[in-house]
T-cell receptor, first 115, second 110 residues
Framework: KAGVTQTPRYLIKTRGQQVTLSCSPISGHRSVSWYQQTPGQGLQFLFEYFSETQRNKGNFPGRFSGRQFSNSRSEMNVSTLELGDSALYLC??????????????FGPGTRLTVL | SQQGEEDPQALSIQEGENATMNCSYKTSINNLQWYRQNSGRGLVHLILIRSNEREKHSGRLRVTLDTSKKSSSLLITASRAADTASYFCAWDTGRRALTFGSGTRLQVQP
């Protein structure tokens, strides 16, 4: 079974631009979560999508948004980029089983650099 | 971190030695998970321990959980150079979002 894939792997943008990152979950997984990783703040939860609906959201400004398609693929968008948005963006998928066994499988990440 | 901590922040050992990493958190949890990350790449899931479990083994990994102390530890026995990576604990409070610890950078010298 193929793992979680993320595209592109590397991206360089300038301040003020916007960017769209893509994530394809493991086949059969319906939940996709996004995380931001920076040296200063560590790993932080952005949002989770399940069945095309945002189910949970972290403490990030409205410039960060996402969506999920009917095939469970997800995109996240960051508008009006700031230098501080430079980070590794990780996507994770899960089956969203009940009982708290929320094992998540992570993709390789997209490294975003904002100049 | 207001959410939790891992210690040590960095650990350097020789091949064959054991490595122990500790994680502390501040809320009630459903489960706690450990992940490995190689040099800025994606996270690899290592092991999940439920809140009603005290100890779990997987190969050379041993995880303990003490919910009364809100702490967990990861033991890697007979370490190898390939174990060099950053290790993160993450806990699930039932809100489906994982909260991550600050991580431990492990260096295993051949």
């Amino acid at each position: 079974k193929a793992g979680v894939t993320q595209t592109p792997r590397y991206l360089i943008k300038t301040r003020g631009q916007q960017v769209t990152l893509s994530c394809s979950p493991i086949s059969g997984h319906r939940s996709v979560s996004w995380y931001q990783q920076t040296p200063g703040q560590g790993l932080q939860f952005l949002f989770e999508y399940f069945s095309e609906t945002q189910r949970n959201k972290g403490n990030f400004p409205g410039r960060f948004s996402g969506r999920q398609f009917s095939n469970s693929r997800s995109e996240m968008n960051v508008s009006t980029l700031e230098l501080g948005d430079s980070a590794l963006y990780l996507c994770a998928s899960s089956t969203r089983l009940a009982g708290g066994q929320n094992e998540q499988f992570f993709g390789p990440g997209t490294r975003l650099t904002v100049l | 971190s207001q959410q939790g901590e891992e210690d040590p922040q960095a650990l350097s050992i020789q091949e064959g030695e054991n490595a122990t990493m500790n994680c502390s958190y501040k809320t009630s949890i459903n489960n706690l998970q450990w992940y490995r990350q190689n040099s800025g790449r994606g996270l690899v899931h290592l092991i999940l321990i439920r809140s009603n479990e005290r100890e779990k083994h997987s190969g050379r990994l041993r995880v303990t959980l003490d919910t009364s102390k809100k702490s967990s530890s990861l033991l890697i026995t007979a370490s190898r150079a390939a174990d060099t990576a950053s290790y993160f604990c993450a806990w699930d409070t039932g809100r489906r979002a994982l909260t991550f610890g600050s991580g431990t950078r492990l260096q295993v010298q051949p």
